[in-house]
């Protein structure tokens, strides 16, 4: 798979399925009630996001893809607020009103970053009369000729309770189908293109998954009972496969770092296979992306989004080579990097022969934050610098090497004597230096802590340092 992204832009994808409203309250937590053993939780903050199958559309949309969205809200108010949130981020919509059940909303409790209460308010919809559900259909039947492609979310809420219909009318209009199942009935999702369970939902229609021969087996009796092209399996931290009527299994491990937060994972997946495919891509490419869009996502709290800047920032990662950057490179990662609430750390230096000293200070420096960024002088600064006969290794090979430590991030080359420039226009949250100096003899020092960042020195390990080792090398003087 190449570094390059499908033109997500050009695609059109279809969404329908159980919406909701996704509430946080969040506030710190110092003492236990006196009523209950139960933490008390003072409430500083109360957001509202897109939940459901409306958090599929937005990560849709924020991929670039043209996306529409059919739902089911109630006429409350907490229905007005999921559609005008929704509207806000340039997602067109159909909503079917109901005046007989409130509109699905799930609220999360949560401090110091964690969950400790939902309370989710609903009402099933799938009883007769629940909603117009002639009325959801006829905007299906109208959206479908604009569409290339049409994602069911199914959050067992029963707006898709006619899923068998939805499926059959876009297969007679051409048009693939991907589904999120729920429940223990997938026979209503005959004909679909491709589902995307996790293993529990699996197991739930299926039967124990104890090894991966007999996750294929119960994967590859769905393709062949409900007439299915594909399913892709999610496994948490196992990764996800991908099991298809007419090809070996593709197993793709789990990339993130740190699992933050699973909430909306499973939406963030299918929105970047419908997204990739929706675009041209091969499914097994689609699926590749959707695996790292999930490991994006993970480190992010609540029902989230990926970008594209952070997916192309992953495929650097993946493909080791792309951590030597230029510097236009190097700031369309670190968009991506704040947007995903990452601290960034930078030092600099020539990194002429890296020794175990070096080596030792960028781990220290790592620990700083979340994401690493080494700028090294390139040849003709480290000549102005260090004499006529340095370096001894070319820039190239400098940073190629510093980029093969588990410690470095990005590596980025700069030409003048001091990246005083290149510091101002990363602007970092930490500004790393090694040696005895001042933090306002550092380059750079000034525009860093005037954006409310650190300036940072660090002690050189003892007894490590190029010169000595070229000393060293060069023997006794004659």
Same mark, same amino acid.
């Given at each position: ?269 299918? =929105?970047? %296979?419908? /997204?990739?495919?929706?675009?041209? *891509?091969? @499914?097994? &490419?689609?699926?590749? !992306?959707?695996? +790292?869009? #999930? ?17 192309? =920032?992953? %495929?650097? /990662?993946?493909?080791?080579?792309? *951590?030597? @950057?230029? &510097?236009?490179?190097? !700031?369309?990662? +670190?968009? #991506? ?27 220290? *420096? ?113």
């Amino acid at each position: 798979m190449t570094a390059a992204l499908p033109e997500f832009r050009s695609a059109r994808v279809l969404v329908v399925g159980d919406s909701m409203l996704d509430r946080y309250w969040t506030g710190p937590t110092q003492r236990i009630s006196p009523e209950a053993p139960v933490p008390v939780v003072r409430i500083r903050r109360d957001e509202t996001r897109p939940g459901g199958a409306a958090n599929v559309a937005l990560n849709l949309a924020g991929l670039g893809v043209q996306v529409h969205l059919i739902g089911v809200i109630g006429s409350d108010e907490a229905g007005e607020q999921l559609a005008q949130a929704v509207s806000q981020r340039g997602i067109t919509a159909d909503w079917v009103r109901t005046a007989e059940h409130p509109t699905i909303t799930k609220l999360r409790v949560l401090s110091r970053n964690q969950q400790l209460i939902r309370l989710d308010f609903e009402e099933s919809l799938d009883e007769l009369g629940a909603f117009d559900r002639v009325a959801l259909q006829q905007c299906y039947q109208q959206r479908l000729a604009e569409c290339d492609l049409v994602v069911l979310s199914d959050y067992g809420k029963g707006t898709l309770a006619d899923a068998a219909g939805l499926i059959a009318a876009a297969r007679a209009a051409g048009k693939p189908v991907l589904v999120d199942p729920k429940g223990h009935d997938y026979a209503r999702y005959t004909g679909a293109t491709l589902l995307t369970p996790n293993v529990p939902e699996l197991e739930a229609v299926s039967g124990p998954c104890t090894d991966d021969t007999t996750l294929e087996r119960h994967a590859q009796s769905l393709c062949s009972t409900l007439g299915l092209e594909a399913v892709l399996v999610t496994r948490s931290e196992r990764g996800m496969s991908l099991f298809r009527s007419d090809d070996a299994p593709l197993h793709l491990p789990a990339l993130a770092r740190e699992v933050f937060d699973v909430t909306g994972a499973g939406d963030t997946v299918i =929105a970047t %296979l419908a /997204a990739a495919l929706a675009a041209n *891509a091969p @499914l097994t &490419e689609a699926c590749r !992306l959707a695996n +790292i869009a #999930a490991g994006i996502v993970v480190g992010k709290l609540g029902t989230a989004t990926v970008s594209v800047l952070e997916l192309e =920032a992953a %495929l650097h /990662a993946e493909h080791g080579d792309s *951590a030597v @950057l230029d &510097e236009p490179a190097l !700031l369309q990662q +670190i968009t #991506a990097a704040r947007a995903a609430g990452r601290r960034i750390v930078m030092t600099n230096g020539c990194f002429d022969i890296l020794h175990v000293g070096h080596v030792r200070y960028l781990e220290a *420096a790592q620990r700083l934050g979340d994401l690493l960024i080494v700028a090294v002088n390139d040849d003709a600064s480290v000549s102005r610098l260090k004499g006529p006969t340095r370096p001894l290794n070319a820039c190239e090979d400098r940073m190629r090497v510093l980029a093969g430590l588990r410690s470095v991030d990005y590596v980025v080359p700069f030409s003048e004597d001091t990246p005083a420039r290149l510091i101002a226009a990363v602007l970092p949250d930490v500004l790393v230096k090694g040696g005895d100096y001042r933090p306002e003899q550092i380059a750079g020092h000034e525009v860093v802590t005037a954006n409310g960042g650190e300036v940072v020195v660090l002690d050189f390990h003892q007894g490590y340092s190029t010169t000595s080792l070229i000393q060293r090398a060069a023997g006794p003087a004659a």
